[in-house]
């Protein structure tokens, strides 16, 4: 079994809201094994015997009524994500919050981003994932040029960002 975890875009915002408790009972009702969600953004973890990306999408988009693209890492892959420290410029504290961008495929070869000074930074682009930090502003906000991030990307791609703080709680 392959422990999976899948990062739910664009949940919880506006009218497409799901409980996190009925996310749980659907995975189980999938067949999904030790399942868990984590934070009321669209984290859960499971084990799997397959890759359960379709699956799962196609089951949310019946129950809830509106399609909500998974992007799915196993452990593993969580794992090596963590280990690969990709903020160890930036300590734990500071005027900024640490994120990652996860896709679901790989990026296109050459692929090259910018941030916005002041605003936020591209850390570091790996195959599928883009780490970023959005500075802290002076209304508080954080990196609020990163809502715009995704003009940047090649049109369809499918990416969820997330908090870094949540990564290492989702193998807990």
């Not at 009925?22 to 009702?29: D, G, N, R, Y």
């Not at 809830?64 to 300590?91: H, K």
């Not at 900024?96 to 910018?114: E, I, K, N």
Request: charged share 30%.
């Amino acid at each position: 079994m392959t422990v999976w975890v899948a990062f739910l875009r664009a949940v919880n915002v506006g009218k497409r809201q799901m409980k996190m408790a009925e996310l749980k009972a659907l995975c189980e009702e999938l067949g999904y094994g030790r399942v868990k969600t984590i934070l009321a953004s669209g984290n859960v973890r499971f084990e799997a015997d397959h890759d359960p990306k379709a699956e799962l999408e196609a089951a949310i988009e019946k129950r809830w009524g509106f399609l909500s693209e998974a992007v799915m890492r196993s452990d593993d892959e969580i794992t090596a994500m963590l280990a690969s420290d990709p903020f160890s410029a930036y300590p734990d504290e500071g005027p900024f919050h640490r994120y990652v961008m996860m896709f679901d495929r790989p990026l296109p070869a050459g692929s090259a981003f910018t941030g916005i000074a002041g605003d936020h930074d591209i850390v570091r682009v790996d195959r599928r994932d883009i780490y970023l930090v959005g500075w802290r502003q002076p209304d508080g906000r954080h990196g609020p040029g990163l809502d715009k991030f995704d003009r940047q990307l090649e049109k369809g791609a499918i990416a969820t960002m997330r908090n870094w703080n949540t990564i290492p709680k989702v193998l807990g």
